[in-house]
């Protein structure tokens, strides 16, 4: 059971990081990796809406904020291992890729090659990103209180 | 009432293709890519989004550039192009509390935790027109703050909420309302007035939250907290029965808190208005929240009495589609009708004529 739970929250990772990543990126990493195994469309790359959901004050009730595109598709290795992608937008390619390397990731004779070439890079770029926009937010952050305080 | 006319294919045609040549205006200056509109027009993407009712830069981009720039007619085309596309399912409800903060202010507290994050904001500014924009060139490079990033910024209403001071947000229907798929009743939950609001015409909540400030039902509000920046959407699909990340959205969030007296069942304590809009749309945040405060007045006991008070006139007025579809109808032929107005007229002015005889 724990071992479901932790494999459970590995692919979530791996599959947040395909879908969050940037379509020209996945390309670029995807030409590194050669040899794959032959594969097939359990579900073609197939374009549609979720609806986002907010909640009311933040933290009440749920309401429906408005609807984006995503782009889902599912694929079968040619050792069974099926992999699976919802990726927002309307790139096939995108939702493609992502659905093969969740099947790849699943895949012991894969994990360790697409975790390495494709992964990691993906997920430190997410990251360096992430923390880029953090730190120009933080130059940002004003400083009201530096005086003497003791009204309170 | 219009009628059907025949004809005039011909001129429909020319006309359409005048349009487009319009739109592409003189064909020696560069044409716009969507990328372009994206990346340097991102707050109009960013309206046509939320109103448009699609997370779609592109999209929307491509809206913007067919409809000339027109907000309006952008968010019509958005609208008309999402009902071709199946909708998958919902997605878990978006955590703005965890939330990569690129902006985070609150006017009701100047020192809370996570601090006050100016981000890319137009306040203070001098709204002077900047003629080096007129000329191209590089922009003023942005600052990294050297230290580590932002502290862990809890919402401001949840910092009240452990004091007992602000009302709950209360949970609400596991499954809220949908008005894209049932028509609105009346009197609407929450959940379907957000919704309304979320795509409402700008312009018009704007008017209706300046109205309620003016004292067309006094909301006395404080800004609690607006945030901008990233969240994770969430779903669970079907094959797999457990959430993953699809992708991340930018919104902006607005925490209205507002002086309450209190009613005989409820002890004076702050309530809520809350507004949320894709991208960075602070003004719509904003008048979202204190509209959505006037239309609780009769959930709170309040006299409701004023235009943004009432929920048939907010709610049925709002969606600038249907607005502008009603208003523009007028330009259809109205011959029959105008012909028998004509009629009566005349009859009138003769019967008036003979009785005057």
Redesign the interface.
Known sequence: MQQQTKDTDARRQWMGVLAKSDESHVVQLWAGLSDLPAWEYLRRPEVGLVMVRGRMGGDGGPFNLGEMTVTRCSVRLQNGVVGHAWVAGRSARHAEMAAIADALMQDGDWRARVGEKLLAPLQSKLADDRGRAERKAAATRVDFFTMVRGED | MYVAVKGGEKAIDNAHALLAEDRRGDETIPELTLTQIDQQLGLAVDRV??EG????R??AALALKQAQGDAVEAIFLLRAY?TT??????????D??AM????RISAAF??LPG?????P?YDYTHRLLDFALAAEGAPRA????A????EPAP?V??VLHHQGLIE?????????????RQPLNFPAG???R??NL??GDEGFLLALAYSSQRGYGNTHPFAGEIRM??V??E?V?E??G????????T?T?C?MINQFKGSKDIPPQFT?G?G?T?GQGERKAMAMALVDRSLRAEDLGEQATNPAQDQEFVLYHSDNVEASGFVQHLKLPHYVDFQSELEMIRRLRRENAEAAQ
């Open positions: 989004m939320t009712s699609v997370y779609d592109e999209l999402r596309l199946p909708r998958f399912g919902a997605s878990q409800p978006v703005t509390g990569a903060i690129r902006r100047k020192d601090g006050q994050v100016l981000g904001t942005s600052v990294e703050s230290e580590a990033g932002l919402r209403t949840d709950p947000s209360g949970n609400g229907a596991d499954l809220p309302g949908d008005l894209t929450r959940d379907l957000l919704q979320a795509r920046g990233e994770a959407v779903l699909p094959e797999l457990f959430a993953i990340d699809i992708g991340t959205i919104v969030e925490q809520r809350y949320l894709f």
